[in-house]
């Protein structure tokens, strides 16, 4: 008897809760409470993905915001730090709704990506949930305590 090879369509849970882009930063907060969950795929009004949200968009959102480092010289200001970053936690601060806090580019996997990938891709790119795709339909997703499970048996 050989031993299978598992597979993200044998570990993900199929019972995927999604938010849409438009949905409070509130709601969200509760979302995850009530269902006990840290993180959801975002997609839009077809079921597309579009996102994914975790926990930690969420705690971004309330961190202090760093001012950033000026240098007078003369008349000018320059600044130290990139405009792009200084506005990237400007936006996350300031954010209402979850198309505001979440990542857009989303690492996703097939039903038939194997376990190790998984595993490699969940440690390479610090990714916590992997949303498991059909071509462009969500299947199911993938969190660590997911791949813990499969592990243990």
Request: charge should be negative; proline fraction near 5%.
């Amino acid at each position: 008897m050989t031993d299978k090879i598992l597979k993200a369509g044998d570990i993900m849970r199929r019972d995927v809760i999604t938010v849409r882009p438009d949905t409070s930063v509130e709601e969200l907060g509760r979302l995850f409470i009530e269902k006990d969950i840290s993180g959801a795929p975002v997609v839009d009004d077809k079921g597309n993905l579009v996102g994914i949200v975790t926990e930690n968009d969420l705690i971004k959102k309330e961190r202090p915001f760093h001012i950033p480092t000026i240098i007078r010289i003369f008349d000018a200001i320059i600044p130290v730090e990139s405009d792009s970053r200084v506005e990237e936690e400007i936006r996350k601060m300031a954010a209402t709704t979850v198309g505001d806090i979440c990542t857009k580019d989303v690492i996703t996997v097939d039903v038939d990506t194997p376990l190790s990938e998984i595993a490699d891709i969940m440690t390479e790119k610090g990714v916590h949930l992997l949303p498991v795709m059909d071509g462009k339909k969500l299947e199911g997703i993938i969190g660590k305590k997911d791949i813990i499970r499969a592990i243990a048996g």
